[in-house]
């Protein structure tokens, strides 16, 4: 059984910070991938950001690249993302996912179908 916990979502202004966490339960992260997803209204989903746990190597989207940071705590079994400099296009529902593939493309990092198992998303506003 495959499941994440979600949270840090809120409102936060223009160029504030905000940590999301996706804690996983009944499965070790060490065995996957992990990608954060984001879905503005009427807007497709993006790839923003994933961990391969082979080698710790990371994936930014283009339009977080140096603001966001992915990173996990193994002791907690929980990845993160850390978002600093927000913007208004940066509010979203934010997800969290899980892949076997243990190294993946940035081609891979991009796609839903790359990942099997889901959060349940978590909301992020920003507005002054």
């Known amino acids: 059984q495959l499941q994440f916990v979600e949270s840090g979502g809120g409102l936060v202004q223009p160029g504030g910070s905000l940590r999301l966490s996706c804690a996983a339960s009944?499965?070790?992260?060490?065995?996957?991938?992990i990608g954060w997803f984001r879905q503005a209204p009427g807007k497709e989903h993006e790839g923003v950001s994933c961990i391969s746990r082979s080698d710790g190597s990371t994936y930014y989207a283009d339009s977080v690249k140096g603001r966001f940071t992915i990173s996990i705590d193994n002791a907690k079994n929980t990845v993160y993302l850390q978002m600093n400099s927000l913007k208004p296009k940066g509010a979203a529902v934010y997800y969290c996912?899980?892949?076997?593939?243990?190294?993946?493309?940035?081609?891979?990092?991009?796609?839903?179908?790359?990942?099997?198992?889901w959060g349940q998303g978590t909301q992020v506003t920003v507005s002054s």
């Open positions: 009944g499965f070790t992260l060490d065995y996957y991938a």
């Open positions: 996912a899980a892949t076997y593939i243990l190294s993946v493309t940035a081609i891979q990092a991009k796609s839903r179908t790359t990942f099997g198992s």
